[in-house]
């Protein structure tokens, strides 16, 4: 019984970078209506930038703000010189882009910062959470973090005009020009906030899995199927979706016979994709009602 | 007099298909004007014109300002309200949300609020169905709650294509009705695009017909009405 509320927590824990990430893929699904596969090397370099200024002797909460800002700066302006200009182009060119995007980050990342794995340091220490041995108080803070940026999201989209008109350009473009909104800017919006969650998440699961340019891979998978599971359209869902996957794999991990730590992925995987067999829209994604 | 709106020499392209051939028209301000012609003359587009929704040739000017070169946005930042063809609801949204959605361009939030409470007497429908999702609505409310979000921008100009489209004729009337008394009472220039040429004659006071992409008659609303030769040969009834 003990072992299994361990995995389960352990599970939520690991679930909150599952969560973080895919909120950063949520908001780009939202603003592109396709997900973007250099998302996890974006918050990978962000998180550079941040140990960086730590490096230079930056306070930590000083080079969290910091690296909030510029990588949102950052997101904003790949989209401008990018894929603004693909704007009109067919997905495939959009999917160059993105491997392009994606191969040039790795590199410069290995380029200015080698391949060797860093330290990066928790502003939660590592101690047992309120003294016990299930969790750590990094974790907590984790799921903490997590929860509060899906409340800011919650409260931006829903009680303010850039939030509406946001949704709005998601929802139907030409009719959000058509009362007077800059769609093309809420798509960039939609980036730098993309690469500035996506940049919290980084800085999250770095102390944990150490700092490296490749240090996302899997991450952005687990964020993707999070959102996946989730319904793509809805932060709430990713959050939700992100604990399940955390969970998921934990479990099968220790429970299920044979699958150890080299199956966990496949298992998780295969978990989602039963899952939108029975409802393609996700747990929580837009249920459209139409009246003819 | 100048006009209002005042559109010259207008062509327009999809791809490489033509479909406007050099249209002219003008609206006076205060007025009410129907755009008449059938399937296919060209009605959609010459709104979707005014709005640069359509690559255009030729002069658009409104209140003396050039138009091309602007974004639809920028167009609608002017003070031009378009109710597109199918109402262009933003259906997974609350009604309160649409109207928001109506004055986003706007700063003065209080005057937003008891705009959207003017909207709401209205059309007392929407305001019973307030909180719920846009895309529940019926037909004729969902046209209402297109003119209601049109009217938050507070427009000085109003374009509707086809407001009375799939709606059954007592509703069209109601319609029809507010769009006078708003044309009236809040002083906004109106053009409505229809097909439905016997209602839309009776609501306007100025006409025009379209066809093929050329402005073929135009003309006081009544004296349109009333001569049987235009009604047979461009109206069809
Ligand atoms: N998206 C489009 N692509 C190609 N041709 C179009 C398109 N939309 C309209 N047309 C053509 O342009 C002409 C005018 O269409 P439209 O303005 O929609 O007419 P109306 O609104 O009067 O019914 C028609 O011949 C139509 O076939
Ligand atoms: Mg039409």
């Not at chain 2, 986003?104 to 209080?110: E, F, L, Q, S």
């Not at chain 2, 029809?176 to 044309?183: A, P, Q, S, V, W």
Request: hydrophobic fraction near 50%; charge should be neutral.
């Amino acid at each position: 019984m003990e072992l299994l509320t361990n995995q389960i927590l352990a599970g939520i824990a690991t679930g909150a970078i599952y969560a973080c990430m895919a909120l950063a893929v949520v908001m780009i699904y939202q603003a592109i209506d396709h997900l973007n596969f250099a998302q996890g090397e974006m918050a990978m370099f962000s998180t550079f930038i941040a140990w960086q200024l730590m490096q230079w002797g930056v306070p930590y909460w000083w080079a969290f703000l910091a690296t909030l800002a510029l990588s949102f700066a950052g997101g904003v302006i790949i989209e401008r010189a990018l894929f603004k200009p693909l704007a009109n182009a067919p997905i495939l060119t959009h999917v160059a882009g993105f491997i392009a995007l994606f191969a040039i980050i790795n590199s410069v990342a290995g380029l200015t910062w080698d391949f060797t794995i860093k330290q990066f340091p928790t502003p939660f220490g590592s101690s047992p959470f309120l003294g016990s041995q299930l969790i750590s108080t990094h974790q907590a803070g984790m799921i903490g973090v997590t929860l509060v940026l899906l409340l800011l999201l919650y409260f931006f989209f829903q009680f303010t005009r850039v939030g509406l008109a946001m949704r709005a350009a998601a929802t139907l473009p030409e009719s959000a020009r058509l009362v007077g909104i800059n769609t093309s800017w809420m798509v960039a919006l939609g980036w730098g906030m993309a690469a500035a969650i996506g940049s919290i998440a980084g800085m999250l699961i770095a102390p944990v899995v150490f700092l490296e340019p490749n240090m996302m891979g899997g991450v952005l998978i687990y964020g993707f199927a999070a959102a996946v599971l989730g319904g793509l359209t809805s932060p709430f869902g990713a959050v939700v979706g992100g604990f399940l996957v955390g969970i998921f794999e934990n479990l099968a991990g220790t429970y299920i016979p044979g699958v150890g730590n080299e199956l966990k992925l496949p298992i998780a995987l295969a978990l989602i994709i039963t899952v939108l067999v029975v409802k393609p829209n996700g747990l929580f994604g837009r249920a459209i009602v139409k009246r003819v | 007099m100048t006009a209002m709106l005042n559109i010259r020499d207008l062509k327009a392209y999809y791809g490489q298909v033509q479909a406007l051939h050099g249209l002219e028209f003008g609206l006076n301000e205060g007025s009410l004007t129907t755009l008449l012609g059938a399937n296919g003359a060209g009605k959609t587009t010459t709104l979707r014109a005014i709005c640069n929704m359509v690559r255009s040739t030729g002069s658009i000017e409104f209140e003396g300002k050039p138009l091309s070169g602007r974004s639809t946005e920028n167009i609608v930042r002017l003070g031009i309200a378009h109710v597109p063809q199918g109402r262009g609801t933003f259906t997974t949204m609350t009604v309160d949300e649409n109207l928001q959605l109506g004055a986003i361009t706007r700063k003065d939030r209080a005057a937003v609020t008891s705009d959207i409470e003017r909207m709401y007497a209205h059309f007392p429908v929407l305001k019973q169905r307030h909180t719920q999702q846009a895309g529940t609505l019926s037909g004729g409310e969902q046209q209402m709650l297109a003119v209601a979000r049109a009217l938050m921008l507070r427009p000085r100009l109003m374009l509707l294509d086809e407001p009375s489209f799939g709606l059954a004729p007592l509703i069209v009337r109601d319609l029809f009705r507010i769009l006078g008394k708003i044309n009236r009472e809040d002083k906004v220039t109106i053009l409505v695009v229809e097909q439905n040429a016997q209602l839309a004659l009776e609501l306007a006071d100025q006409a025009y017909v379209i066809e093929t992409g050329r402005i073929v008659m135009s003309g006081n609303a009544d004296d349109i009405a009333n001569n049987e030769d235009v009604r047979k040969s461009y109206l069809g009834y």
